[in-house]
């Protein structure tokens, strides 16, 4: 087998499940086809930024090449994490509190930007209690790992985020899958296991913006039937907080279910310019609990003094017109994004929302995509598995309200042009085979 065809073939499910006695020794397949694919140029993965974030920047992959293009692979949707007001509250925070603070928040590890941050969240998604966590990551699974019980019951969708789908997997041995997005399915899920358990808790999670598809479900009737059968609704809004919705409140806004929703779970780290995650709920007890119990809460370090400031202050941006304006051309600049792809014959994933997503299907012909989409200086994410099931590859672009349109449909013509040669070039290969 050629080193290339090593390097497009298999994935990383292929060495998820590892066994034998040398639990070292046991990694070495993996690192033996990451290094094929790192030879043969078809590994995008840990690339490093050598120039801030900006709509264009500069990056430097693992093979040592360095290219600047045009970035649509960050999450920061707003465009805030080079805004001066951003960077002056993060300057402020520094002088006034330093770079740390050395302790977990249950003991001393909160400040009063830490506090006002809660402040500033409850506002946001008009839920009065609100917990930090370091990360979304750690919020999702320290909020499920809190409060469900091995007996108790999780359905989920089953392209819910990994955060998500390891909090469940870690909290329960009764986890169910449901079809992507189906209401109707959830609601059957849920009839039959509340015919047979009326004694155990049921915690339903979803997301706002599923961001490798772009879609969202219907949350105002999820909300309805899980109240129907005594169920808990969790909801991760971690990529539409912000870019969307009326004053940044994402789906939840959009769908009229603001303050509705029984946990709404939050990443800071997309929109808000820095790092940081959050639960919020109606309850006081709730959090109260999570705060005892969540993992990631009580056991990490609290947020630092410059995260909480960046972040009070990026909430700030996105409630004011200011964030109305922004996201008005992030809006734009996706929208554009989308058209010019279409009109190339490439359609993408779900709904418009800030996130482009553009079906490939094979990892070989994603692989090489990639690969020719950097060298022609457009930056953005080659998903495989495990972000996506195998077979289900994509490409996805980032926008972002400093993009210019011409700068969207430019990326769309690279991107069209980086698909045809990759397939292209697997059809030769498949052929010399
Ligand atoms: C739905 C969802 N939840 C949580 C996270 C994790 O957020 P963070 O980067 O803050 O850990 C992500 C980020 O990829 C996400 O997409």
Redesign the pocket.
């Known amino acids: 087998m050629s080193s290339l065809t090593t390097a497009l073939s298999k994935s990383a499910a292929h060495f998820a499940r590892v066994s034998g006695k040398d639990l070292l020794a046991r990694t070495e397949d993996y690192a033996r086809w990451r290094a094929a694919r790192l030879d043969a140029e078809v590994w995008p993965f840990s690339r490093v930024l050598q120039a801030a974030p900006g709509p264009t920047t500069v990056i430097r992959d693992e093979t040592g090449r360095e290219v600047e293009g045009l970035n649509f692979g960050s999450h920061d949707y707003l465009g805030l994490s080079y805004h001066p007001a951003i960077r002056a509250a993060a300057e402020r925070a520094l002088r006034d509190l330093g770079p740390h603070v050395s302790c977990s928040p249950i003991l001393q590890g909160n400040t009063w930007l830490s506090r006002a941050l809660e402040d500033a969240i409850a506002g946001l998604v008009g839920m009065e209690h609100v917990l930090l966590f370091p990360?979304?990551?750690?919020?999702?699974f320290g909020i499920i790992t809190a409060l469900v019980r091995p007996d108790d019951h999780i359905v989920m969708d089953r392209l819910a985020?990994a955060?998500?789908q390891q909090g469940a997997q870690a909290a329960t041995r009764n986890l169910h899958h449901h079809r992507h997005l189906d209401v109707d399915a959830t609601e059957q899920l849920l009839r039959d296991l509340r015919a047979k358990d009326a004694e155990h808790a049921i915690l339903v999670i979803s997301?706002g913006l599923f961001?490798m598809d772009s879609d969202t479900p219907d949350l105002a009737r999820l909300q309805r039937v899980c109240r129907a059968y005594d169920a808990t609704l969790l909801v991760?809004v971690?990529?539409d907080l912000g870019p969307l919705g009326p004053g940044g409140t994402g789906q939840l806004g959009l769908q009229g279910v603001l303050a509705d929703v029984d946990l709404v779970?939050g990443?800071?780290?997309?929109t808000f310019a820095s790092?940081?995650?959050f639960l919020a709920t109606r309850s006081a007890a709730v959090k109260q609990y999570v705060k005892a119990y969540g993992g990631p809460h009580i056991f990490s370090s609290g947020l630092s003094p410059v995260q909480a400031g960046v972040l009070v202050e990026a909430v700030r941006i996105v409630r004011d017109a200011e964030g109305e304006a922004r996201r008005a051309r992030v809006q734009a600049v996706a929208g554009a994004l989308r058209a010019a792809c279409e009109q190339r014959g490439l359609p993408c994933y779900g709904v418009p929302s800030p996130i482009v997503a553009i079906p490939v299907g094979s990892e070989k012909v994603a692989r090489l995509a990639a690969t020719r989409l950097f060298a022609r200086g457009v930056f953005a994410h080659l998903v495989e598995f495990p972000a996506v099931p195998v077979g289900a590859a994509r490409l996805r672009l980032l926008g972002m309200s400093e993009h210019t349109e011409a700068q969207a449909r430019h990326a769309a013509e690279q991107v069209s042009a980086s698909i045809a040669e990759a397939r292209a070039e697997v059809e030769a290969l498949q052929s010399a085979a």
């Not at 990360?135 to 999702?140: F, L, P």
């Not at 990443?267 to 997309?270: L, N, P, Q, V």
């Open positions: 990360t979304g990551w750690g919020a999702g985020h955060s998500l997301e961001s991760d971690a990529h779970v990443s800071m780290s997309k790092n940081g995650g």
